[in-house]
């Protein structure tokens, strides 16, 4: 298990992690599974990129190396700290009464009461393992639902054709504009057209599509919140243009759902969806989604075939059950708020102590940097590997969970100010290559090659 022992100077020079992760390339396309974990999104050969064992926020590499971890803990998923003992107990317990069985798991029925009182607004509960396939349960179930094919969108959805779709233009030469970065080559041609999408906080561009399509949309998802807040009336304008076009309206909560509220951010929000869709935080990190809805629409999920085997296993109903019971055991959305905002704070005061131009955004519980110089993709990799030398897995984002502790915050930021001093000594000298061990980050959907 790891302890608090933490190391000053890591060498990630020829690491196993790197050396595994050249070989994976070989036998993986991609390397890994999902595009948010490659090294490259990091740091770029030095990353140290497999873990052996990961406990709290502290992370063992392939060499041993032990860090702590001050940037997206498992993507967003593991809110409650990594191998939360409450949530694997329940997981143990589950595996040693088996996992499989040609019966049902009970506890399908037990998640599915405990996600509709906490969304009162809903009343029934259908399950998936990872967010994208649930979205695409959601998207189906209101494409059934209308008998309508057309979908109006923003924000990020998942790998699903029905998203990607929105990336197919007249051209095959323009493909891709729309989300740069994301390929949509083998998602039939026949699907152009049936994905619209419009920016947050642009109703003119919903109602524009509406305008146009309204009679063929047959649902309108999105995040009700990521990196900024909805204008006065955004959301309760996009809920009555729903409710009027009879379209279904999807909260995609698969990022926002439990960080910021004990079930969706839309609770705080004050607007009810007709789905809202779940995953990551919701168990911990433990492969389970749902989608969530009203008795009328996910009725159509009965119209439809939506069905598969290992939707029915028990791991991720006992993970997610055994997780959300701890979210209404513990004040788990205020510590993750609290500790974003001391995290927030300390970045700026860091970066004004030694005069680094940098922008803050995002809920506390979600939040991220943006270094506002032209050398900002430099800067940025910079940061991550000097963190990285100083044991901190650190980016441009912070994904508090529970496991972070005042203490850790703390000594983290004082290792950010010292960084951020190197950082702007090296951008007066104008000497930020020099620094730089290795090529520099790369970027969001970005093609990687
Ligand atoms: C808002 C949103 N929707 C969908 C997804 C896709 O979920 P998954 O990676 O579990 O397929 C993500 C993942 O980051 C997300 O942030």
Redesign the pocket.
């Known amino acids: 298990m790891p302890t608090n022992t933490h190391p000053q100077e890591i060498s990630m020079a020829c690491s196993t992690g790197q050396n595994l992760y050249r070989k994976a390339k070989t036998l993986i396309p991609g390397g890994t599974q999902?595009l948010?974990k490659r090294p490259e999104m990091f740091l770029p050969d030095q990353w140290p990129a497999y873990y052996l064992m990961a406990k709290g926020i502290e992370v063992i590499d392939l060499d041993g190396n032990r860090y702590r971890d001050m940037s997206l803990m498992g993507?967003?998923?593991c809110a409650l700290g990594y191998a939360d003992p409450d949530v694997d107990e329940a997981v143990k317990a589950a595996v040693d009464n088996g996992i499989m069985c040609t019966l049902i798991a009970p506890e399908e029925v037990t998640l599915a009461e405990l996600l509709c009182v906490l969304h009162p607004w809903a009343q029934m509960v259908r399950y998936a393992k990872?967010?994208?396939?649930?979205?695409a349960m959601a998207v189906r179930i209101a494409r059934a639902a209308t008998q309508r094919e057309k979908i109006a969108f923003c924000?990020?959805?998942?790998?699903m054709d029905w998203y990607l779709a929105a990336n197919l233009a007249e051209e095959h030469a323009l493909d891709g504009h729309l989300l740069p970065g994301l390929e949509p080559l083998g998602v039939p041609r026949g699907l152009r057209g049936t994905a619209l999408p419009f920016h947050y906080n642009r109703f003119d561009q919903l109602k524009a599509i509406v305008d146009r399509w309204g009679h063929e949309l047959a649902a309108i998802v999105m995040?009700p919140q990521?990196s900024n807040p909805p204008m006065p009336g955004f959301l309760e304008n996009v809920r009555d243009l729903a409710t009027e076009i009879g379209a279904v309206l999807i909260f995609?909560?698969?990022?926002?759902g439990f960080r910021v509220a004990t079930g969706g951010i839309h609770l705080l929000l004050g607007v009810d969806p007709d789905l809202a869709?779940f995953?990551?935080a919701m168990a911990n990190g433990y492969p389970m989604?749902a989608v969530l809805g009203t008795e009328r629409v996910m009725g159509a999920a009965q119209t439809t075939f939506i069905s598969s085997t290992n939707w029915t296993e028990r791991v991720g109903l006992a993970a997610a059950i055994a997780t959300i019971r701890k979210y209404q055991r513990e004040p788990v959305v205020a510590h993750l708020a609290e500790m974003g905002r001391i995290v927030q704070m300390g970045w700026q005061k860091a970066a004004d102590q030694v005069g680094l131009r940098l922008r803050v955004e995002g809920h506390p519980s979600l939040c991220h940097f943006r270094f506002e110089h032209t050398a900002s993709d430099k800067l940025h990799t910079l940061f991550t590997q000097l963190m990285l030398e100083r044991g901190y897995l650190a980016s441009d984002q912070f994904k508090p969970s529970f496991a972070h502790r005042s203490n850790h915050l703390a000594e983290y930021l004082e290792v950010t100010s010292e960084v951020f001093l190197i950082l702007a000594q090296a951008l007066a000298g104008d000497d930020v290559n020099r620094f730089l061990k290795g090529p520099p980050v790369q970027r969001g959907f970005y093609r990687l090659t």
């Open positions: 999902l948010s993507v967003g998923a990872s967010g994208g396939e649930a979205m924000g990020y959805h998942g790998w995040e990521r995609d909560e698969i990022t926002t869709v995953a990551k989604a």
